[in-house]
């Protein structure tokens, strides 16, 4: 079994930060890619960033040179630091965990966190 939970979540004027946290924990034998995903209201969920297991990173136009994605093998964590954030960033934000089991990998989600950016 293994669980994904996200934190870091909240209300934030335009032009602040926050900083969330995606952590897993149970049993796997490591974590691959993890990405962390984001629903507006009535939109789609899209990708926002993603990080390999190899520690490479991918970002959403939307949000190159404002976010950065980073990750904690030791405490099975990744992180997004989120900056000059704007009303448009606003979401509840998931993370998407890839880990590998004993004969196979799988992806899990975990219940997500609310950001809300006022202007």
């Known amino acids: 079994q293994v669980q994904v939970v996200e934190s870091g979540g909240g209300l934030v004027q335009a032009g602040g930060s926050l900083r969330l946290s995606c952590a897993a924990s149970?049993?796997?034998?490591?974590?691959?890619?993890v990405g962390w995903y984001r629903q507006a209201p009535g939109k789609q969920r899209e990708l926002v960033a993603v990080?390999?297991?190899?520690?490479?990173?991918n970002y959403a136009d939307s949000v190159k040179g404002r976010f950065t994605i980073s990750r904690d093998n030791a405490k099975n964590t990744v992180y997004l630091q989120m900056n000059s954030l704007q009303p448009e960033d606003t979401g509840a934000y998931y993370c998407?965990?890839?880990?590998?089991?004993?004969?196979?990998?799988?992806?899990?989600w975990g219940q997500g966190t609310q950001v809300t950016v006022s202007s």
């Open positions: 998407n965990t890839r880990v590998w089991l004993s004969s196979s990998i799988k992806d899990y």
């Open positions: 990080i390999t297991g190899g520690a490479r990173t």
């Open positions: 149970g049993s796997f034998l490591n974590i691959n890619d």
